[in-house]
């Protein structure tokens, strides 16, 4: 294998969970959960079996980049080849450790370019079980949002999964580059909670609760790297906040182009919360400074 894994087998049969990180080698925060879970989950604790992946992207992880190596991002390069390049080889190795999966949790942040609202996402399924499945367990998952998007998109871990009806969902926390303890423990604990969910291990505290939920099936929905593409090159200061709430129109960020010194406000193309928001400034033409959708709020009760 091109990657580390190792399976925790419970006390007595159960459910088959595989959680995995680093499917970007810059999203630390990710791999320390997944080891953290490693040292704190105990067989005896445990109904089923887990199977632990905290760094996919070895290549990536090791460069403190996106890609790999051969240049391939590991999430549009699923299902991979055998004997391909390192990337394509890693995704093909992926699909086999998710073949013998009941369940499936794919943990990032926005890595060193991206700050992230906390949220756990999910492709909108066509079969009812999985897609009921995949909703209750991100809302197990506790964070801030649910947020259920575009099901047909390629190339993903989560479409891997998708193919072989294995309900699965991917969890979201900041990024930016900075190291941030509160997220390990928020990965940490969501995963736990998704356990307990799946009957696969109690509890003893209270579970916290999303607050904002949406859905939506239309093609492009959860891209983060496609939203509000930078017109060109220069640097992008924001002004907002993930999680912050826009109306379409207003200002998010300004961007200086390289080629004139030329500073021009950027703005929302739509209303709703900032899902993502560049905070790397240096930015390309095409690559993403935002991503904004409307979500409804959880009423209590």
């Known amino acids: 294998m091109l990657f580390e894994s190792c399976k925790i087998v419970g006390h007595v049969d159960g459910p088959r969970l595989l959680v995995t990180a680093g499917v970007h080698g810059d999203e630390w925060e990710a791999m320390i959960a997944v080891r953290r879970l490693a040292e704190t989950l105990r067989p005896e604790e445990i109904r089923g079996r887990v199977t632990l992946a905290p760094i996919l992207n070895v290549s990536a992880y090791r460069a403190s980049r996106r890609v790999g190596e051969d240049g391939l991002d590991l999430a549009r390069t699923i299902p991979g080849v055998r004997d391909g390049s390192p990337t394509q080889q890693v995704a093909f190795q992926f699909t086999k450790l998710l073949d013998d999966a009941d369940y499936y949790v794919d943990l990032h942040t926005g890595g060193v370019r991206l700050s992230i609202w906390p949220l756990a996402g999910y492709l909108i399924h066509s079969d009812h079980a999985v897609l009921e499945t995949q909703r209750l367990m991100a809302r197990a998952f506790g964070l801030n949002a ?49 356990m307990a969910a799946l009957g696969m291990v109690r509890l003893n505290e209270s579970c916290s609760k ?92």
């Open 146 to 194: 649910v947020w259920g998007t575009d099901p047909t998109v390629e190339g993903r871990t989560l479409s891997a999964a998708r193919d072989r009806s294995v309900p699965a969902i991917y969890v979201e926390y900041l990024g930016s580059g900075i190291f941030c303890p509160i997220a390990v423990q928020a990965l940490v604990t969501g995963c736990k909670q998704v």
């Open 210 to 301: 999303p607050r904002f939920f949406a859905e939506d099936a239309r093609p492009g929905a959860g891209h983060l790297q496609a939203s509000h593409p930078a017109p060109v090159d220069g640097l992008f200061e924001t002004i907002v906040a993930p999680g912050d709430l826009v109306e379409s129109g207003d200002v998010i960020g300004h961007l200086t182009a390289d080629a004139c010194g030329a500073r021009q406000p950027i703005s929302a193309d739509r209303g709703g919360r900032v899902v993502a928001i560049r905070t790397l400034p240096r930015i390309q033409a095409g690559e993403a400074m935002a991503v904004i959708a409307p979500f409804e709020e959880i009423q209590d009760g």
